[in-house]
């Protein structure tokens, strides 16, 4: 366990048809998983516009998970390409803005992975702990109070 | 050109950290200039005219009409000048790219003060060993202390500092534009405190007359590595182009010369973050679903960080390099 008693917010961009479906089979299952997520439900993984990450980190989230159908399976049929293909591109600007890798994390569950969804959560939860807060916050407003 | 009142406007320019490129823009106005001189005292120009920071220190709150202020804050002498003439001014507009979002001194947030100043006046290859000097805010000659502005450790655009009442975008603005601004103070026929004058309302795709297939790509081009069709939509030649997330109103100048758009314009209207939207659009357009492979794809894309905000890191969500 950390000491620190830091407890990571991790905002989690979840499509509708698979990875809300297994967020909701692991909660009826009553598998234990790490509080640290707030869920958002999307339609679908392609509706997660970049803009919404930067604003998650922006308001305070220490990380943020996006979780879409695995590919092939996308209840729109390519939709979670979308995500595929943008999220690489994501990561390489985030890297640019000095946001660690793990901060945000791409995931494809399935409506019949409850239990894979826990350990994403927990993987995820304790990789951030590891990290410690995400910093956008504070530096942004130490630049506003001090040149 | 006909003006409400019967006193001559008072106006003053002013460039923060700049490139001149907003000075020159003005002059580009060409005979206009001099209706402008008819009907305006132009009581600061540092590029064109006299006018000294004591002279605009003597002024009476409000007195002058407008200043048009161009270049980003990134010292202590942008911000004392950008405070001094907000308080002069009646109206105040962040002019060009770099007042408006940050602009390309915008780029330096992407490293720190130390770095900037390791590169330019110490690790340089070009300075040789025994030259290599920091200039530092505060020195001492015989005759005395010289005091020069203090850098800041990040480079802000000009509503962080001051409140204003309009943006003119543009890298640099249409002569135009700057017309339009002008006669709009002159005539007192302002709009909405806050908007973005003399640009439009859309974004540069829409008006661009550039054919789009709905088409993919297997590779990116930086502009010169490709002969590209002039017909076809830059980005599905692979040239990332700015256009989708960006303002119209610039007469899709670069696209037509057969450059893409950078940009300069600043987000489209409720674009949040320009640099996401691009991210978005320039994503879309690969064409393979195995990860392996959209990563050796955009290995073409080689500073995303330049490509998505060229003229406005300053201006996104982020603001920096963390």
């Given amino acids: 366990m950390m000491s620190n008693g830091f407890e990571p917010k991790i905002v989690g961009f979840l499509c509708n048809w698979c990875s809300y479906t297994g967020a909701d089979l692991a909660g009826t299952s009553r598998i234990k998983y790490a509080t640290n997520l707030r869920v958002i439900r999307t339609m679908c993984s392609a509706r997660i516009d970049p803009t919404f990450i930067l604003k998650a980190l922006l308001e305070g989230a220490d990380g943020v998970l996006i979780c879409g159908c695995h590919p092939g399976d996308c209840h729109y049929v390519e939709g979670n390409y979308k995500a595929m293909r943008r999220y690489p591109l994501l990561k390489r600007l985030l890297d640019a803005y000095g946001i660690e890798n793990e901060r945000v994390q791409l995931e494809w569950v399935s409506a019949s992975e409850g239990r894979r969804f826990a350990e994403v959560v927990d993987r995820m939860t304790e990789q951030i702990k590891a990290l410690g807060p995400c910093k956008v916050r504070t530096a942004l407003a130490f630049d506003m109070a001090e040149r | ?322």
């Avoid at chain 2, 001194?105 to 290599?132: C, H, M, W």
């Avoid at chain 2, 534009?177 to 002159?186: N, R, S």
């Fill in chain 2, 1 to 322: 050109m006909e003006t409400t009142g019967k006193k001559k406007l008072q106006i003053a320019l002013y460039w923060g950290a700049a490139c001149g490129g907003c000075d020159v823009a003005v002059l580009d106005t060409n005979e206009f200039i001099l209706d402008v001189a008819a009907i305006a005292d132009i009581r600061m120009w540092p590029i064109a005219t006299d006018g000294k920071y004591k002279d605009i220190e003597a002024m009476e709150d409000g007195e002058l009409d407008l200043v048009l202020f161009n270049g980003a804050v990134r010292n202590s002498e942008n911000e004392h000048v950008a405070k001094l003439l907000r308080r002069k001014a009646r109206v105040m507009v962040a002019f060009g790219s770099c007042a408006h979002i940050g602009g390309i001194p915008g780029l330096a947030n992407q490293v720190t003060k130390e770095e900037i100043f390791d590169r330019a006046y110490l690790n340089n290859p070009s300075i040789e060993p025994g030259n290599r000097t920091v200039p530092l805010p505060e020195s001492h000659v015989e005759a005395g202390a010289l005091e020069i502005p203090t850098a800041y450790k990040r480079v802000y655009k000009l509503d962080d500092i001051v409140p204003i009442d309009y943006y003119v975008p543009g890298c640099p603005p249409l002569p135009a534009q700057i017309k339009g601004v002008l006669l709009a103070v002159a005539t007192g026929q302002l709009p909405a405190r806050g908007s973005v004058v003399g640009a439009g309302h859309r974004t540069v795709c829409d008006d661009c007359r550039r054919t789009r297939h709905e088409r993919k790509i297997k590779k990116f081009y930086r502009p010169w590595q490709i002969i590209q069709d002039p017909e076809t939509c830059l980005l599905e030649q692979g040239i990332v182009c700015a256009g989708s997330a960006t303002r119209s109103g610039c007469g899709v100048r670069c696209p037509n010369s057969n450059m893409p758009c950078r940009g300069c314009y600043g987000p489209a209207p409720n674009v949040k973050d320009q640099g996401a939207k691009i991210v978005s659009a320039v994503a879309s357009i690969i064409d393979s679903k195995d990860p392996a492979e959209i990563d050796r794809i955009l290995e073409d894309v080689p500073d995303i960080m330049g490509y998505a905000y060229r003229f406005g890191l300053p201006a996104s969500m982020l603001q920096r390099r963390i």
